[in-house]
């Protein structure tokens, strides 16, 4: 079975001038604007770092759920944090960062250890990445 969605962008004018919007299917983003200056320059707005490292957080929450329900545990809370990091002049993403704290009655580290290496291996997003992947798990007590 294969499940597709969709996002899509605009564009107009050149790299530094130009702007562009990015939506996605479901709405949750609609016309969003984002450009080089939100991109490199720290203005307010989206650019596509931003919203690879939301995807895969949202991702890697879900998958950290679903490895922590199959070792017989279920979570209260899980949060997470993926920073994306670009290389400027290559124009390549280097690496995500995972940082995760969940809060998991009755697990203990070493299965909450194991659930989040086996969801930070098999999330669909982090699959998609050639760039290193690294992270770091807080099991709350």
């Known amino acids: 079975m294969s499940i597709e969605k969709f996002g899509?962008?605009?564009w107009?004018?050149?790299v530094?001038?130009?702007k562009g919007s990015v939506s996605t299917e479901s709405g949750a983003l609609s016309d969003q604007p984002y450009g080089f200056n939100t991109r490199f320059e720290?203005?307010?707005g989206s650019n596509p770092e931003e919203l690879i490292g939301a995807a895969h957080a949202s991702c890697f929450s879900m998958a950290l759920s679903l490895m922590l329900g199959?070792?017989?545990?279920?979570p209260e809370r899980i949060d997470t944090r993926a920073?994306?990091?670009l290389d400027a002049d290559s124009l390549t993403v280097t690496r995500v960062h995972l940082?995760?704290?969940a809060r998991v009655p009755g697990c203990d580290q070493a299965a909450f250890d194991e659930a989040a290496q086996g969801a930070k291996a098999n999330c669909p997003i982090s699959k998609l990445f050639t760039a290193e992947i690294t992270l770091d798990a807080?099991?709350?007590g």
């Open 138 to 140: 807080t099991l709350e």
């Open 16 to 18: 530094k001038q130009g």
């Open 12 to 14: 107009q004018g050149s």
């Open 42 to 44: 720290g203005v307010a």
């Open 99 to 101: 940082v995760t704290a």
């Open 70 to 74: 199959e070792a017989g545990f279920e």
């Open 83 to 85: 920073t994306v990091s």
């Open 8 to 10: 899509s962008a605009q």
